[in-house]
């Protein structure tokens, strides 16, 4: 069994950082992709960054770009989430999730296999 634990959510200040983590554990597994995902109350979940696991290549929705850094430790099977200047609307849920398959689009959530229960990100005005 797979289990993908996330933490190092919070509340902060608009403006301030965070830095998510997700860690892998459980049986070893293979794996194209992992990603971060948010939902916010009363919205779909949302792509928000992902990095290719074996050669760390890494993409961002446009919302986040220049101010969230996607990076992963492959020896700790761990990925992170830097997240600098944070804003009110970044106020969400966030999950991280493993993507086993190659040929889908690693921006869409259906791609991925396997999620962490989430962690609670809170900017205050």
């Known amino acids: 069994q797979v289990q993908l634990v996330e933490s190092g959510g919070g509340l902060v200040q608009a403006g301030g950082s965070l830095r998510l983590s997700c860690a892998a554990s459980?049986?070893?597994?293979?794996?194209?992709?992992m990603g971060w995902f948010r939902q916010a109350p009363g919205k779909e979940r949302e792509f928000v960054a992902t990095?290719?696991?074996?050669?760390?290549?890494?993409d961002y929705a446009d919302s986040v770009k220049g101010r969230f850094t996607v990076s992963r430790d492959i020896a700790k099977n761990t990925m992170y989430l830097q997240m600098n200047s944070l804003k009110p609307e970044d106020t969400a849920v966030y999950y991280c999730?493993?993507?086993?398959?190659?040929?889908?689009?690693?921006?869409?959530?259906?791609?991925?296999?396997?999620w962490g229960h989430g962690t609670q990100v809170t900017v205050s005005s």
């Open positions: 999730a493993a993507c086993q398959r190659t040929g889908y689009s690693i921006r869409r959530p259906s791609s991925y296999d396997y």
């Open positions: 459980g049986r070893t597994f293979s794996r194209y992709a």
């Open positions: 990095i290719v696991w074996g050669g760390g290549s890494t």
